[in-house]
């Protein structure tokens, strides 16, 4: 069903695609390279993706290759500060462009600290975790109580339907995913950088229900770890930061469902996602933001 809202918003989009004018240029030829404005690509990203959207639900492309394909050339500097932008007010669209940016290769690591901040504040939001739908949250509500062992498939194919909701809305955040963790790859540790924009992405992802939080988790665990006896990353100041939102998160409980369970005998289990940290992660993340090693137990 959220997939459905997403694409009747991308129909009725108030931007439409335009018309492309005559007497264009010919194309570039073989080995050379076109220039064109930053706002031009990134027009054109948006409005293929909301058509390929709108007509079969996928992306235009799989891979990030508008550069190649396009055979065109924009300057590191704009594609930086391009990245920095909302593209449009759908996060799939929006990670969509900035994902496709990606082809033109910048220099993220060696951009400005302003520009990086732009560009993590304006990470592409990721669609959230479908909720039941109201039959399937009344079924899996009943099952959970009692043995319901003679309407198992009708579980089952409720079940399959959830999860293939979930799936959809994977798919739909794939690009952002791409986006965020190719960024976060480049974002230098000086200053603690890096780390800081790995707990905002680990959180957002949480909080949508993006089991990929997992990941975004042991690669924050990873990078404090590295340097928790580094001056240059682990500032006093960072440290103290990250002992206040280390204890934050403790208290974050996300209860969109992870897993459905159906038993033999026809009774169901919905397990929530829960907490944002796993195996006593917060206590690892305790003890290297501290400058020591947690201790084994």
Excluded at 109 to 122: F, M, Y
Aim: charged content about 30%; hydrophobic content about 40%; proline content about 6%.
């Amino acid at each position: 069903m959220l997939t459905v809202v997403l694409l009747m918003g991308i129909a009725h989009a108030e931007d439409k695609p335009k018309e492309g004018a005559g007497g264009e240029a010919p194309p570039p030829a073989a080995g050379q390279f076109k220039p064109i404005r930053v706002e031009e690509a990134c027009r054109e990203l948006v409005n293929e993706c909301r058509k390929k959207l709108r007509e079969l639900k996928v992306f235009p492309r799989k891979t990030s290759n508008y550069a190649i394909e396009t055979n065109t050339m924009i300057e590191g500097d704009q594609v930086i500060k391009a990245m920095g932008r909302r593209w449009d007010r759908m996060g799939p669209i929006d990670g969509y462009v900035k994902w496709q940016l990606l082809s033109y290769q910048p220099n993220i690591s060696q951009a400005d600290k302003r520009d990086l901040g732009q560009i993590v504040s304006n990470l592409p939001e990721l669609l959230p975790r479908p909720p039941f739908t109201p039959q399937q949250a009344k079924v899996f509500a009943a099952a959970e109580k009692t043995a319901m062992e003679q309407y198992k498939d009708k579980i089952r194919e409720l079940i399959s339907a959830y999860e293939l909701s979930v799936n959809e809305v994977a798919s739909l955040n794939q690009p952002a995913i791409e986006f965020r963790d190719a960024v976060m790859a480049e974002i230098p540790q000086e200053g603690g950088l890096r780390i800081q924009a790995r707990l905002m992405d680990a959180e957002a992802r949480f909080m949508a229900g993006d089991m990929r939080y997992k990941a975004a988790m042991k690669s924050l665990v990873t990078d404090v770890r590295l340097n928790k006896d580094s001056k240059e990353v682990m500032t006093p100041a960072l440290r103290t930061r990250l002992l206040a939102e280390i204890e934050r998160l403790k208290k974050l409980n996300n209860p969109m469902p992870e897993d459905i369970t159906l038993a033999n005998v026809g009774t169901v289990k919905v397990t929530a996602i829960g907490r944002i940290f796993e195996h006593k992660q917060d206590e690892e993340l305790i003890g290297y933001v501290s400058g020591q090693e947690p201790a084994k137990k």
